[in-house]
């Protein structure tokens, strides 16, 4: 019915260590996002504005939602999450309501990041949108933002997957004047990546993380995580094939040749 989910802290299970590859930009966020929420005095006494939006930027799949998830986690911080499409489709013509009313609760708060997912939905570009109505969420959430600092510890996180789609005036100072790019992992980030997505995976000595890492060129994080799925779901079949033969009780591995069964299903 409503759009708004507030993440329950008991069902929070994302955590920094579940995010591969991008330990300079979640540094980066932490710094933008807890330190004006915990130390608010801070940024008074040295006379800077606190951040108050940032703009996650990057193509699909490469953990902007996993980062935002991992951050209601480890800050004690209120976290309300709201999502662009679903704003705009399921409330048309009360979007700007909706807005409102999720602004409001986040100032209820003594602190608060409020994130945005698919922000390109719901402020898309003015010069390139017709109805009165998107014209009219756009002017609706610049005013939000603008209202944000003089009442509460509110930060405003949002994620797009096409930054340019999005209206040029909210990425003005005092709005979203923050951006990181969460981009496709390099080697390294896709080993990390791998490492944890096969976390509980008894693996055969014979995997080669980095091997598959080295070959994975292009695959970005939900690649990956569906890659390691397929090679447990290689290793169920073939499970299923000793049941067969009478071999019940073997213990099970995820071995090498999983993994080149999962990459040959990609190709
Ligand atoms: P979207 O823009 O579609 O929301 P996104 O960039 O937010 O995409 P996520 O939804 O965070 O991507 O990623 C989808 C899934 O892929 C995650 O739940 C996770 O399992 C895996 N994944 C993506 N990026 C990473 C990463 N950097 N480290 C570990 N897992 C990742």
Redesign the pocket.
Known sequence: ETSISVVDPRNRR?SYQ?????STEIARIREMVELPLRRPEIFAQLGVEAPRGLL?Y????????????AIAQQTDAFFLSINGPEVIQKHYGESEEVLRKVFEEAQKHPATILFI??IDALVPNRETVLGEVEKRVVGQLLALMDGVTSRGKVVVMA???LPNAVDPALRRPGRFDREIS?NP?TKA?RR??LD??TRFMPLSADVDLERVAAVTHGF???????LCREAGMASARDSQRGDQSGDTRAPLFVTMAHFQDALASFR
């Open positions: 994302v579940d995010v591969g590859g991008l996650l990057g193509p699909p799949g490469c953990g902007k939602t996993l980062i935002a998830r997912d698919e994620a797009t997957n969460i992992p980030g990390e990546i944890i997505h970005l994080g939900a690649d990956l995580a569906a």
